[in-house]
């Protein structure tokens, strides 16, 4: 469980919002992950599941 609190000015713009893929492997990032669990386990949002690599992140904003 977490909670999440944000300070904002505007309204929510869906399109305004982005991320990237947990397990990208340019990144590579080590999370921990419980023992007895594979990535497989995890449960991600809909929103997560979709989220882009780095590469294709760079390729798509021309960076």
């Known amino acids: ?3 999440f609190c944000y300070k ?8 305004d919002e982005g ?3 947990f397990n990208d492997p340019d990144i590579n990032v080590q ?3 419980p023992e007895g669990m ?3 386990d ?3 949002s809909d929103k997560d599941k979709v ?8 390729k798509e ?3």
């Open 8 to 15: 904002v000015t505007d309204f929510y713009h869906p399109n």
């Open 19 to 21: 991320g990237l893929m």
């Open 42 to 44: 995890l449960i991600l």
């Open 1 to 3: 469980y977490a909670e």
């Open 61 to 63: 904003h021309n960076l």
């Open 38 to 40: 594979t990535e497989a």
């Open 51 to 58: 989220n882009a690599s780095f590469k294709d992140y760079c």
């Open 31 to 33: 999370w921990p992950i």
